[in-house]
T-cell receptor, first 114, second 109 residues
């Protein structure tokens, strides 16, 4: 168990809809990262937050947004969903700024858009 | 884009050592070499990381060449449960990992 909790485990929704994925980082970790994994794209970095502030952006679409709350949990919002958004979404957390700070991943949310 | 090069696949017999190579010829002085693996569709699992010295933990050993341009992950006694995709990533501590395609390790009995 990595200590990173993601909910829900599975989500099925229709095109055009909006969903929210939730991530609770490991205790003490200030950084949260979101990744998308689809069959044809591999693991793609979306966005990173550190202590409530956006730190880095990757290949995140404008239809997607995220935030990190004062209690350090994070939410990834996906709107105007398309069939191609079907994927596994992973959250990871780490202790920022320490050399010994590997990322620890949750077990993901599987999103199916029909 | 990922900056490391790994063979797409490798096979290993159960009980034998699995040696997974990685080239990272453009690694900079403050970048670490991280190894992760992903079993089926689970979240990637951290294995080990190092800067320039060899490292060992309960899961694996990491051998980094003196010029830091390549490394080898060693699973000393591979089991069927080690079948996974293994990713080698060069990265500054605390920043986002950029994953490549990794090496698919198949362990067979």
């Amino acid at each position: 168990d990595s200590g990173v909790t993601q909910t829900p485990k599975h989500l099925i929704t229709a095109t055009g809809q909006r969903v929210t994925l939730r991530c609770s980082p490991r205790s003490g970790d200030l950084s949260v990262y979101w990744y998308q994994q689809s069959l044809d794209q591999g693991l793609q970095f979306l966005i990173q937050y550190y202590n409530g502030e956006e730190r880095a952006k990757g290949n995140i679409l404008e239809r997607f947004s995220a935030q990190q709350f004062p209690d350090l949990h994070s939410e990834l919002n996906l709107s105007s969903l398309e069939l191609g958004d079907s994927a596994l979404y992973f959250c990871a957390s780490s202790v920022e700024g320490h050399y010994n700070s590997p990322l620890h991943f949750g077990n993901g949310t599987r999103l199916t858009v029909t | 884009d990922a900056k490391t090069t790994q063979p797409p696949s490798m096979d290993c017999a159960e009980g034998r050592a699995a040696n997974l190579p990685c080239n990272h010829s453009t690694i900079s002085g403050n970048e670490y070499v991280y190894w992760y693996r992903q079993i089926h569709s689970q979240g990637p699992q951290y294995i080990i990381h190092g800067l320039k010295n060899n490292e060992t933990n309960e899961m694996a050993s990491l051998i980094i060449t003196e010029d830091r341009k390549s490394s080898t992950l060693i699973l000393p006694h591979a089991t069927l449960r080690d079948t996974a995709v293994y990713y080698c990533i060069e990265n500054q501590a605390g920043t986002a990992l950029i994953f490549g395609k990794g090496t698919t390790l198949s362990v067979s009995s």
